[in-house]
């Protein structure tokens, strides 16, 4: 229990945060916010994946990539294709001139389902496919120049530049993509129908189930000793390779790790919205995630959550009144957060948190809640245990000389 | 080329860049418990020996065998397996680090992707690392953020970060460069008391120092080995007298 206290939670602090975003997205979005509202905050959380990738890979391991929507495009086409052959049963497509392929493919003049589409009408290898497609394209990727000791700047451009070539392709290829439409009509998974409100309903808890699972594997990794070479590596890549590790392969790994994470928002997407298109393929969505992971605080696991939800609103409610002021205004936004609060808001409440949680902590009711909280058995013993490690831990003292 | 009884054993050594060769026929060899210096004037080679020896730079001909074993065909993280650790001229910690995870981090166990994620701090690798950063002076420092050492106290930790390694070959570029006449002292006595069980090779321009620590001493001019001995023979060679230590 200490393990998943210390390693997954990430300790008092950690667990705190969990604990306040969990009560915001599972308890009190759902119960204000009418479905419409609540859809769209799970269309949100599902680029929260893609941030949540960036502080493994930016954030820990200074690796910027501009590409994420590659993969985030990857997971949710992925999904709509399987979408999409259940939604094309020969009697709903029977006035096609091939009944049973998508009508994308009819319009295009195909006759038969290519057979990159054929694994697609398995549920079950589908959800393979969302997984360990990116993940094979990140690693062609990660191997190929982490390899060849690629990186910085240069990565970054590498990265926007594949993220184009894959939205070109998939426009170009419309006859087998869906074109610049992407893959829309998208209706049931064996019979279930995804657009109904309960569905909708169950698909923003599954979402946000999983996105706390993928927040767990991803403190897992950076509480361990390779988060901590992650960071080593981040300050002075060549004293860990002279230390005796190949650092290419840490780089691979974590690339191939934030890719698959970001699938799964891609697939998570896709169910959500109800269709897949290029536009969040490209190089704009990607650099949008590294936006919302910056505002959050790439750094910060949490944070970069609630980064996503904020600048997702902002968007939501700006780019309707004000569509053509929106790009400054994000411009403007992103050049502020690095100017001025590199750690994004996670570093702001990291600095005020104390004061707002004393006044809070004079609130009654919440007093009981945290004291009912720390009287849960294993997470008193963590904390005893926490407290005797740093009564043993050597004090800081000045240089003598 | 045949074998040998030394620790270290550089035949025939050059690296050529564009023509200009900064190593260039070199034939070195160190013992195992011995501490060697290695000094000369400004673009010697001195660096580039050690870039050669732990794989940053490829040779363009020649051998270096550590233990008999061919170290030019090795890649960098493999020539540190095989026992040969490095200290860089500017001290390369890792800042955003405490010294306790930067000793963490350097304990050679936990070195692949696998390994790194599933690694357990047991209470011998917590003992170690203690005893490591007692070893070099930093016994008191473990939480401190490493950002904030003075140059001494990094230049260390990151001999203490290749200490925990256990190397049996230990190359240090500079070691007491920034540091105080206290700091220089103790440097020196701790040298002298790691030299035991693997072979340490330093650079070095303080005489002073290298008077302190020298068993050998070889000078390196224009890549090519200009005297070796002890300090007293080194420090009389005409030849060294001219180029670098002055009249």
Known sequence: MNFVYERMLGGKNGAKGIIILALLILVILPLTLDLFRLNLVGKYLTYAFAAVSLVLLWGYGGILSLGQGIFFGLGGYCMAMFLKLEASDPIATKIQSTPGIPDFMDWNQLTELPWFWEPFNSFGLTILAVLVIPTLFALIIGFSMFKRRVGGVYFAIITQIIALILTVLIVGQQGYTGGINGITDLKTIHGWDIRDDSSKYILYFINAFLLFGVIFLSRFILTSKFGRLLLAMKDKEDRVRFSGYDVSNFKIFIFCVSAMISAIGGAMFTLQVGFMSPSFVGIVPSIEMVIFAAVGGRMSLIGVVYGTLLVSFGKTIFSETFPELWLFLMGALFIAVVMFFPNGIAGVWEKYNKKVFGFIAGVPLINKIVSFISGIPFIAKAKAKALVNKKTTPKLETPNE | ?247
């Open chain 2, 1 to 247: 080329m045949s074998n040998t009884d030394f620790a270290l054993a550089i035949e025939d050594l050059t690296v050529s860049f564009d023509g200009f060769k900064a190593v260039d026929d070199l034939n070195l060899y160190v013992d195992k418990d011995e501490l060697r210096v290695v000094i000369g004037p400004n673009g010697a080679g001195k660096t580039t020996l050690l870039d050669l020896i732990c794989g940053k730079t490829k040779s363009t001909s020649g051998s270096i065998k550590f233990k008999n074993t061919e170290l030019t065909k090795l890649s960098e993280h493999e020539i540190v397996h095989a026992g040969v650790g490095r200290k860089f001229q500017t001290p390369s910690i890792y800042e955003n680090l405490s010294v306790y995870e930067n000793l963490e981090v350097s304990y050679p166990k936990g070195r692949g992707v696998l390994g790194s994620l599933m690694f357990v701090l047991t209470d011998e690798i917590d003992a170690r690392i203690k005893e490591i950063a007692n070893d070099v002076f930093l016994g008191d420092f473990l939480e401190m953020e490493s950002a904030l050492l003075s140059h001494g106290q990094k230049q260390w930790l990151e001999i203490g970060m290749l200490l925990i390694q256990d190397p049996e070959l230990l190359m240090l570029d500079e070691p007491v460069a920034g540091m105080s006449v206290n700091e220089r002292e103790q440097t020196a006595e701790l040298l002298n008391r790691i030299c035991t069980g693997r072979s340490v090779l330093v650079i070095e321009h303080d005489m002073d120092f290298v008077a302190k620590i020298a068993h050998k001493v070889t000078v390196l001019h224009q890549g090519k080995i200009l005297a070796e001995g002890d300090m007293q023979t080194v420090q009389n060679d005409p030849d060294v007298i001219e180029v670098y230590l002055g009249h």
